[in-house]
């Protein structure tokens, strides 16, 4: 049987709300909205780019304790450029010095119209460091072209409420473990914000399938969400910030959506978890697009671990051998203590788990 979780999701459930609703009026999404506050690919084994303990496992690390999870409220369905609005959680970081009403008042109205969904549901932690790259030229022309795709009848995916779903299930002051995607997933059902994971009842994808098959490699008590499910929203409520490169994608047209501006923003929330979370995080960088993204990370105050990628094109090329995440517990267990470790188990009913 696999370790409890140290904290069910449905033990918080009544005072987590992640989840911005959703309004599916075009008009008011684009009304000034409401200011609340709230791998290389010939490597054959994995890089460790920050000393790890090469002392024997201990079984404690068999139990895959962790730190808690948190619940989110029923995902949504609406389009990404649905209105969407989010209240503050309980379990959301402390507020930064950003008096976000403030800075509101001082966009102009292009500025409010095309950042409704940053105003409304980007979590402040992460808004207080990002709010001067959001009025950049380069950002606001990326919410053009969003625009015009959606006034072009372009089907985008995820869901608006879902696009910065990473911010607020893992708030700036939480992040213990960045694991680094690229696209979003572009089928229905399945996008929802958090690279790698897909919303029940839809099946794990490979790339997910080979990494479930590497926890229960290093620990034979891992168990993966109940129904071959893709859900990783327990991870991210523990400290793991699942970033995608593009946080955007026309339905069905693989990155469709790149080179419109993503790519430097997401490089900007990295930068940010690099140079805040001075105690150290754990890179996870799987695939060589996701190394070029953390070849500048300070690997003495961090721990960078890179591997091929897990998709079935590449992960027998040394994936399963890399040991990353019993090596990122060592290393977290080494900066942080005993309660430092991630859980990785994700036995977590999905009306628990929330998206």
Same mark, same amino acid.
């Given at each position: 049987?696999?370790?409890?979780?140290?904290?069910?999701?449905?033990?918080?459930?009544?005072?987590?709300?992640?989840?911005?609703? *959703?309004? $599916?009026?075009?008009? %008011?999404? @684009?009304?000034?909205?409401? #200011?609340?506050?709230?791998? +290389? =690919? /010939?490597? &054959?084994?994995?890089?460790?780019?920050?000393?790890?303990?090469?002392?024997?496992?201990?079984?404690?690390?068999?139990?895959?304790?962790?730190?808690?999870?948190?619940?989110? *409220?029923? $995902?949504?369905?609406? %389009?990404? @450029?649905?209105?969407?609005? #989010?209240?503050?959680?309980? +379990? =959301? /970081?402390? &507020?930064?010095?950003?008096?976000?009403?403030?800075?509101?008042?001082?966009?102009?109205?292009?500025?409010?119209?095309?950042?409704?969904?940053?105003?409304?549901?980007?979590?402040?932690?992460?808004?207080?460091?990002?709010?001067?790259?959001?009025?950049?030229?380069?950002?606001?022309?990326?919410?053009?072209?969003?625009?015009?795709?959606?006034?072009?009848?372009?089907?985008?995916?995820?869901?608006?409420?879902?696009?910065?779903?990473?911010?607020?299930?893992?708030?700036?002051?939480?992040?213990?473990?960045?694991?680094?995607?690229?696209?979003?997933?572009?089928?229905?059902?399945?996008?929802?914000?958090?690279?790698?994971?897909?919303?029940?009842?839809?099946?794990?994808?490979?790339?997910?399938?080979?990494?479930?098959?590497?926890?229960?490699?290093?620990?034979?008590?891992?168990?993966?969400?109940?129904?071959?499910?893709?859900?990783?929203?327990?991870?991210?409520?523990?400290?793991?910030?699942?970033?995608?490169?593009?946080?955007?994608?026309?339905?069905?047209?693989?990155?469709?959506?790149?080179?419109?501006?993503?790519?430097?923003?997401?490089?900007?929330?990295?930068?940010?978890?690099?140079?805040?979370?001075?105690?150290?995080?754990?890179?996870?960088?799987?695939?060589?697009?996701?190394?070029?993204?953390?070849?500048?990370?300070?690997?003495?105050?961090?721990?960078?671990?890179?591997?091929?990628?897990?998709?079935?094109?590449?992960?027998?090329?040394?994936?399963?051998?890399?040991?990353?995440?019993?090596?990122?517990?060592?290393?977290?267990?080494?900066?942080?203590?005993?309660?430092?470790?991630?859980?990785?188990?994700?036995?977590?009913?999905?009306?628990?788990?929330?998206?």
């Amino acid at each position: 049987m696999s370790a409890p979780l140290k904290r069910k999701a449905a033990d918080i459930a009544a005072s987590s709300a992640k989840k911005p609703k *959703a309004n $599916a009026s075009i008009t %008011s999404f @684009f009304s000034t909205p409401a #200011t609340t506050s709230k791998p +290389a =690919a /010939a490597a &054959a084994s994995s890089t460790i780019s920050s000393p790890v303990s090469s002392s024997p496992t201990t079984a404690k690390h068999d139990t895959l304790s962790g730190s808690t999870a948190s619940a989110t *409220a029923t $995902a949504t369905t609406a %389009s990404v @450029f649905t209105a969407a609005s #989010t209240s503050t959680s309980a +379990a =959301a /970081a402390p &507020a930064p010095k950003f008096d976000k009403a403030k800075w509101v008042e001082k966009l102009t109205p292009e500025q409010k119209d095309l950042l409704a969904l940053e105003i409304q549901s980007l979590d402040e932690s992460w808004l207080a460091h990002l709010k001067d790259d959001v009025v950049s030229k380069d950002f606001l022309d990326l919410k053009r072209f969003l625009k015009k795709e959606h006034e072009a009848g372009k089907k985008i995916f995820p869901p608006a409420s879902d696009v910065y779903s990473w911010s607020r299930h893992t708030p700036l002051n939480t992040v213990k473990v960045v694991i680094l995607g690229q696209d979003p997933y572009h089928g229905p059902n399945q996008a929802h914000g958090l690279c790698f994971s897909v919303r029940p009842p839809t099946p794990a994808p490979p790339s997910l399938a080979n990494i479930y098959k590497l926890l229960k490699k290093e620990y034979d008590t891992f168990s993966p969400p109940p129904n071959r499910g893709g859900l990783l929203t327990p991870w991210a409520d523990r400290g793991v910030l699942l970033l995608n490169t593009c946080l955007t994608v026309r339905a069905h047209e693989a990155n469709s959506h790149a080179n419109q501006g993503w790519e430097k923003f997401t490089q900007k929330v990295i930068d940010i978890v690099a140079k805040k979370r001075t105690n150290g995080v754990v890179f996870l960088a799987w695939g060589s697009p996701a190394a070029k993204r953390v070849s500048k990370v300070d690997k003495v105050r961090h721990c960078v671990l890179q591997s091929v990628h897990p998709s079935p094109l590449s992960a027998a090329r040394g994936f399963f051998d890399c040991g990353h995440f019993r090596k990122t517990n060592e290393w977290l267990k080494q900066r942080y203590g005993e309660d430092g470790e991630i859980d990785w188990n994700l036995d977590v009913a999905p009306e628990k788990a929330g998206v």
